[in-house]
């Protein structure tokens, strides 16, 4: 299963009794706006971005590299009315990263505020190193 799909199944589970719903949409633009601000309160997965980053050249060609996975996730709201249980809300999402299995594990968050919406930017990181 990939990590998105995983992701989502388990926000879906842990949201399902908040004030906020989990799409399986994409969060792409509709029109000029971008979803997560058209439908507030709908947490949006992004797809997984890898990278592998050499660690290690060995002649025999079995290097060692460094797998970093980042998905990122949106969650808007409005910001002059929060939802009353968004800090359970921000925790179950930045919590929702022990269900992937890799060493490594992070979510930062990041808040911007634009108009009367906060959007709340979650960066999930999954690290590990790996032989070729």
């Known amino acids: 299963m990939k990590i998105r799909d995983s992701l989502i199944t388990e926000l879906t589970q842990t949201l399902a009794s ?3 719903k989990v799409s399986s949409e994409l969060p792409w633009f509709s029109g000029n706006q971008v979803l997560n601000e058209k439908n507030m309160r709908s947490v949006y997965v992004d797809h997984e971005q890898i990278e592998n980053n ?28 929060l939802p009353s249980d968004i ?7 930045r ?15 990041v808040t911007t505020i ?4 906060l959007t709340y930017e979650f960066t999930y990181r999954f690290i590990e190193v790996c032989c070729q």
């Open 18 to 20: 908040t004030s906020v």
């Open 54 to 81: 050499t660690l290690i050249d060995t002649l025999d060609n079995s290097d060692v590299f460094e797998k970093i996975i980042t998905v990122d996730t949106y969650l808007t709201v409005d910001a002059k009315n």
């Open 87 to 93: 800090d359970t809300v921000i925790q179950i999402i």
């Open 95 to 109: 919590q929702a990263r022990q269900v992937i299995d890799a060493p490594v594990r992070e979510c930062d968050m």
């Open 114 to 117: 634009e108009d009367d919406r």
